[in-house]
């Protein structure tokens, strides 16, 4: 057996042995199935995972955008006509939210933790100067006395009217957004304060945020079951709250938005549980995206999250007392908000009922500057870049005994509207991108097998080709050194005489037959006569 045999064999059995070998592993998806494995166990808050330190303090940074909404006639307002807004901001601020407090319960299939945030200044990223910029907008806690004072006679409504009018109460108030945002003394919960000791007598719409929780967190570490990883199990104590009028809506589910588990895909739908909307939410996937060359998915809430329970029976359990529901788009918070008429709704009443929209003037909602979404790696389940927004509102009605609101509209107010967002910083996705390239290549070794396995067949084939080529070429070099050996001899031979007689004369008879001798190869030699 020649060499190119020999490889031509041994090149055949190997692409044998690794076609059947990677197609095997490919069909019983043995790799992928390692290496989801491996995520499963890697991705647990646990002390032993690598997850675990970025969950107790987040690397990306994390920027909380405020915007105001200034009404620039609130007289007209007053007289029964349109209140005309004008969005200041944002003015923005870095958060940080380490956890605290991390302990380890029931044998680390649970951990508690707190989730402090605070705020820094960024001057360098907000529109305008927070102290300085004034902001003409809702008198917030008047509107949640006189609110409280809806269910009482009309004479004390009509007295404490008269009261607040001398204090100089009025239903809009012109402070700076700096006093807004993180409180100053209010003179009628001053008053309020005097009769009631446990009143504070500050407000503002993030007093007593800064530094502070929103509540004790217990969460799966995910160590039994990769699905429950980060999931809330309990939150101040409680498995379900108490505030909404239906057992689905009290439910406390999913992860606080920082993990989520891994795997995902895009027929899922993922859960939310927001302390500050007071209930959980859930999202489900829009499309596809890339962020700094890492592919994701997007999951944004559905339409039908606050949808009317007209058109979405589900949400029948969100209007509380049962059967006072609010249209599309909006969420009553009242009950977790010491009573005050609060309302929350997506940025511009994004997703909304018209009707909200165009109750006032200067609202432009659109899905690229209002929509909340979250960009998922669907591998690892880690939040790449999230974006939530929410809006604050607050519903103004005319209540009997009090002369200001003889005019108005009923109508729910904006207020404000928060962008929190965060991105994965570069260094985090340098490293998400590695371990991205490492999985790939692991679950696709099989097809690497394959490959390999079909350039040896095309190598074989060649290989092949080119011996059955050369058999040719060697037949037909054969036969043509067998055919010029043969023409040659020919012309050697053809004219060599076998007798010594000399030729006969020209001019002998024509009835005798030319001897001109015989030839080799070419005729019979006759005898000579004696």
């Keep these: 057996m020649t060499r190119r045999s020999c490889a031509i064999y041994a090149t055949g059995i190997v692409c044998a042995h690794l076609l059947i070998v990677g197609i095997a592993l490919l069909v019983a998806q043995v790799f992928q199935t390692m290496i989801h494995s491996r995520l499963k166990q890697e991705i647990t808050l646990t002390e032993k995972s690598q997850v675990f330190e970025s969950w107790k303090n987040p690397p990306p940074p994390v920027y909380m955008e405020y915007y105001f909404f200034n009404v620039t006639n609130p007289e007209v307002f007053l007289k029964g006509g349109k209140a005309s807004l004008q969005q200041i901001g944002p003015y923005t601020y870095r958060e940080y939210r380490p956890r605290e407090n991390v302990t380890f319960l029931e044998n680390g299939t649970k951990v508690y933790a707190l989730n402090p945030k605070s705020f820094v200044y960024l001057p360098e990223k907000s529109r305008g100067d927070p102290e300085l910029d004034m902001l003409t907008t809702v008198n917030i806690p008047y509107v949640a006395v006189m609110n409280e004072l809806n269910s009482y006679n009309f004479l004390l409504r009509s007295l404490v009217s008269i009261y607040t009018k001398n204090l100089g109460v009025d239903l809009f108030i012109t402070r700076s957004v700096h006093e807004v945002l993180w409180g100053f003394q209010d003179p009628l919960l001053s008053k309020v304060k005097t009769m009631k000791p446990e009143i504070d007598d500050y407000f503002g719409l993030m007093w007593k945020k800064n530094g502070t929780h929103e509540g004790e967190f217990v969460f799966h ?7 429950d990883y980060g999931k809330i199990d309990t939150w101040n104590g409680l498995r379900e709250m108490s505030w909404w009028s239906s057992k689905q809506s009290n439910m406390i589910n999913g992860t606080d938005g920082a993990v989520f ?3 995902i895909n895009r027929n899922e739908l993922l ?3 927001a302390a500050d909307l007071c209930r959980s939410i859930h999202l489900a996937y829009v499309e596809d995206v890339e962020v700094k060359g890492i592919q994701a998915y997007r999951f944004a809430p559905p339409s039908d999250v606050l949808m009317s329970p007209k058109d979405n029976p589900a949400n029948e359990g969100f209007c509380v007392p049962a059967g006072d529901c609010l249209g599309t788009g909006v969420l009553k918070v009242s009950v977790c908000r010491e009573g005050a008429p609060i309302v929350v709704s997506f940025p511009h009443f994004y997703q909304a009922d018209p009707k909200y929209i165009n109750a006032v003037e200067g ?34 009605k005319r209540i009997q005994g009090f002369p200001q609101t003889k005019f108005i509209n009923e109508t729910i107010f904006p207020i404000m509207f928060v962008n929190e967002t965060a991105t994965i910083d570069d260094e985090s996705a340098s490293q998400m991108r590695t371990l991205l390239l490492i999985v790939t290549l692991v679950s696709n070794f099989p097809l690497l097998i394959v ?13 092949f080709c080119r011996k059955r080529q050369k058999k040719n070429e060697v037949k037909r070099i054969d036969f043509t050194e067998a055919f010029h050996s043969f023409t040659t001899a020919k012309e050697d031979t053809a004219y060599t005489q076998v007798s010594n007689k000399a030729d006969e004369s020209p001019d002998a008879p024509p009835s005798q037959p030319v001897k001109n001798g015989s030839y080799i190869a070419m005729s019979p030699v006759e005898p000579q006569k004696c």
Excluded: S, W
């Design 271 to 273: 859960y939310i549980f």
């Design 451 to 463: 490959g390999m396995g079909l350039i040896l067949l095309l190598v074989l084939v060649v290989l």
């Design 221 to 227: 570490t995910g160590e039994q079951n990769y699905m």
């Design 363 to 396: 609202l432009n909602p659109n899905k690229e500057e209002h929509e909340t979404y979250l960009d998922l790696q669907p591998t690892t389940g880690v939040p790449i870049r999230a974006c939530k927004r929410a809006q604050l509102n607050i519903i103004l």
């Design 261 to 263: 588990h891994p795997l």
